[in-house]
């Protein structure tokens, strides 16, 4: 939890309570549903909640800003920005229903009034928002592919609607398609733990 403050050191006492309560929240469920690899628990607010706050780093939202979180597993990017964002509406949806039990769980403990899960696919999914979140779930231009149908043409934040993708490696191949429309930013200029040193925020724009 400590890492969390350090980078985000204006926190409520909220969002500071509902921070703290989440690795106990799903080291609960991890015992019935194996949603974070039990070996990563250790590094959860780490690997886990910082790596999905990244996006609010990158973005601040404007309040009313509609943001749908695909293949969300365990509830990541996110819960952690939903927590950030209290007056932000966030849809998380994942094929597996098994994840999507552990994220409605999550959110009806710590009372996030601002989320809602679904276990659907994006390609099956109506609905317009002002962003797409992910952490990799598949290629860029894939996830384009199955996602493009989901975004709003209407702005209401400082950057373009459109894709807003985690990823780590070399992201060179799936970039290139997009050319001047997607922006890449280094989270090793936001975080200082080695662990982000090759992670990277995409911003796809529409």
Do not use: C
């Not at 860029?140 to 199955?146: A, G, H, R, S, T």
């Not at 890449?184 to 040193?197: A, G, I, K, M, V």
């Amino acid at each position: 939890m400590e890492v969390i403050q350090k980078y985000f050191p204006g926190l409520t006492d909220e969002q500071i309570n509902h921070f703290s309560r989440l690795k106990d929240i799903y080291s609960d469920w991890n015992q019935q549903i194996n949603v974070i690899s039990r070996k990563d628990m250790a590094n959860f607010y780490e690997h886990h909640v910082l790596h999905s706050l990244a996006i609010g780093l990158f973005i601040k939202f404007s309040p009313g800003t509609t943001i749908i979180d695909v293949g969300t597993g365990g509830g990541f990017p996110g819960l952690p920005l939903a927590i950030m964002f209290p007056e932000v509406n966030f849809t998380l949806i994942d094929s597996i229903g098994k994840k999507i039990k552990v994220v409605k769980a999550v959110a009806a403990t710590l009372h996030l009034k601002n989320v809602t899960a679904l276990q659907t696919r994006a390609e099956n999914y109506k609905g317009q928002f002002d962003f797409i979140v992910s952490r990799a779930v598949t290629t860029l231009p894939e996830f384009y592919k199955q996602t493009q149908h989901l975004v709003s043409p209407k702005q209401k934040n400082a950057i373009t609607n459109g894709i807003l993708y985690l990823k780590g490696g070399d992201l060179t191949d799936e970039i290139n398609p997009f050319k001047s429309r997607i922006s890449s930013t280094r989270l090793s200029d936001y975080f200082d733990e080695p662990f982000f040193s090759t992670k990277k925020i995409l911003h796809l724009s529409f």
